[in-house]
């Protein structure tokens, strides 16, 4: 599976942007789909997981209510809304995927950049 992630960008604080995740070469519905993140000096981080039916989701804390993971099967693309963005939010986003019932993510797209100013 190759996955695509886009949408990054340059945003001020309590704005929004959508980042997508294109993926190709698998069968998308047998994969769970999530956004990862990393900033600068920190470890890589869960930001939201989406199972493979759709039917389950996990936020991490800090962006519950705000972040807004969906996936779209027949287009192959799993998007995370990013809504009343913050600078702690300003990270690398990254997206992966991991076959149904695994516990390992082993796709992973090439990220993309999103800088939030104060």
């Known amino acids: 599976v190759q996955l695509q992630a886009s949408g990054g960008g340059l945003v001020q604080a309590g704005g929004s942007l959508r980042l997508s995740c294109a993926a190709s070469g698998g069968a998308f519905s047998y994969y769970d789909m999530g956004w990862f993140r990393q900033a600068p000096g920190k470890e890589r981080e869960t930001v939201a997981r989406?199972?493979?039916?759709?039917?389950?989701?996990y936020y991490k804390d800090s962006v519950k209510g705000r972040f807004i993971i969906s996936r779209n099967d027949p287009k192959n693309t799993v998007d995370l809304q990013m809504n009343n963005l913050k600078p702690e939010d300003t990270a690398v986003y990254y997206c992966?995927?991991?076959?149904?019932?695994?516990?390992?993510?082993?796709?992973w797209g090439q990220g993309t950049l999103v800088t939030v100013s104060s």
């Open positions: 992966a995927a991991r076959i149904r019932w695994t516990n390992e993510y082993i796709y």
């Open positions: 989406i199972n493979w039916s759709g039917g389950s989701t």
